[in-house]
């Protein structure tokens, strides 16, 4: 079965610092690619950052420079860690998590968390 949980979101200043974690349980199954997203209310969910399992990273203009994206493969951990925040940044972050089963012949599926609320305020 899989899980994937979001937290450390919450409320801070502009240019306040955030670190999000994703623990993703996986028994059964090996944990491909992650990725960070976010929704605000009315706009469409957007990439913000993803992590391969090899660690190669991927970032939206948008962050590129105050975010940084790292996972802990040992303990199936995805991290966030949001610098110098704008309101812009206020979303709800979602985790996404790419995982292939370790049966012959595996296939391939995507969770999502639940998402974490991550509100800027000026």
């Known amino acids: 079965q899989v899980q994937v949980v979001e937290s450390g979101g919450g409320l801070v200043q502009v240019g306040g610092s955030l670190r999000l974690s994703c623990a993703a349980s996986a028994s059964g199954f090996s944990i491909d690619d992650m990725g960070w997203y976010r929704q605000a209310p009315g706009k469409q969910r957007e990439l913000v950052a993803s992590i391969t399992s090899s660690g190669s990273t991927n970032y939206a203009d948008s962050v590129k420079g105050r975010f940084t994206i790292s996972r802990d493969n040992a303990k199936n951990t995805m991290y966030l860690q949001m610098n110098s925040l704008k309101p812009e940044d206020t979303a709800v972050y979602y985790c996404?998590?790419?995982?292939?089963?370790?049966?012959?012949?595996?296939?391939?599926?995507?969770?999502w968390g639940q998402g974490t609320q991550v509100t800027v305020s000026s």
């Open positions: 996404k998590s790419i995982v292939t089963s370790d049966s012959v012949g595996g296939r391939r599926y995507q969770y």
